[in-house]
């Protein structure tokens, strides 16, 4: 028998209870754990531009340009060599890293046909973070007259050690939106999974589908405060069970 939107309506409003407590034990783990065991990271970006290097005529800039995009591979590898990581290494003991551990730290991206390269740093202090990046772009466009005898490289936009965004890997409130959502909709599967599963008949329309008889008579559901006072003395009742009383 297929059940309408009114029946599962019925169903989740029925066992409401079930769902408010499955949400609230599972966002309240997830505060606990956010608050007490999840290090928030945070992740600093500079961006460098690559300009026309090439000596050509004015009348070849397409020429200019591809040059300058065909560099930017292999500036991406010099930034990452210990030829500049071991450099900023031994000018900024601050950060209490070695050449190989700040190379690891350093992320590199670069949109295709696009002349800017972005570099990117996470780490669970912000203002590390951004000197980390700040001084790899600065080191590196010192290096490069030296290493490739150009110098072409413009350090377009620093990373700025005031400007402290929200954690990279999301703060305790975006993990109880995601958990909430997660949790919500794993307990209406749940419910709705054992209704699937289930057997039992729980009304009269289901009775009707399932015999092919007509339903002549029903007993309702009898609960303790609809036998007053006596209840207790008399039966002890509750939802989905059937009593007579003599």
């Known amino acids: 028998m297929e059940k309408t939107i009114l029946d599962y309506l019925n169903l989740i409003k029925k066992r409401l209870w079930l769902i408010v407590l499955f949400v609230l034990i599972s966002c309240t ?13 945070y992740s600093a970006t500079a961006q460098l531009l690559v300009n026309n290097a090439a000596d050509l005529s004015e009348g070849n800039n397409l020429n200019n340009l591809n040059f300058s995009l065909n560099l930017i591979g292999s500036y991406k590898d010099v930034i990452k060599s210990p030829a500049i990581m071991d450099r900023v290494a031994a000018a900024h003991p601050e950060f209490g890293l ?18 800017v390269i972005n570099l990117s740093v996470n780490d669970e202090s912000y203002v590390k973070a951004a000197g980390i ?62 209704e699937t599963l289930s057997g039992a008949l729980r009304s009269e329309k289901e009775a009707e589908h399932e015999f092919g008889l ?12 609809d036998l007053g006072k006596d209840g207790d003395n008399k039966a002890r009742v509750g939802e989905g069970a059937y009593a007579a009383v003599k």
């Open 29 to 41: 783990t997830t505060y606990y754990v956010s608050k007490n065991y999840v290090v928030p990271v």
């Open 98 to 115: 070695t050449g190989d551990q700040l190379s690891s730290k350093v992320s590199l991206k670069s949109s295709e046909g696009s002349q």
């Open 133 to 194: 990046v700040n001084a790899v772009s600065q080191t590196f466009i010192r290096s490069l007259p030296e290493l490739m005898n150009l110098s072409n490289v413009t350090f377009l936009t620093p990373a700025d050690p005031k400007d402290v965004p929200g954690p990279a890997n999301g703060g305790y409130t975006m993990n109880l939106v995601i958990s909430f959502v997660v949790s919500l909709m794993a307990a209406l599967g749940i419910i709705l999974l054992m």
């Open 214 to 225: 007509p339903v002549i008579g029903t007993i309702p559901v009898i609960r303790n405060r």
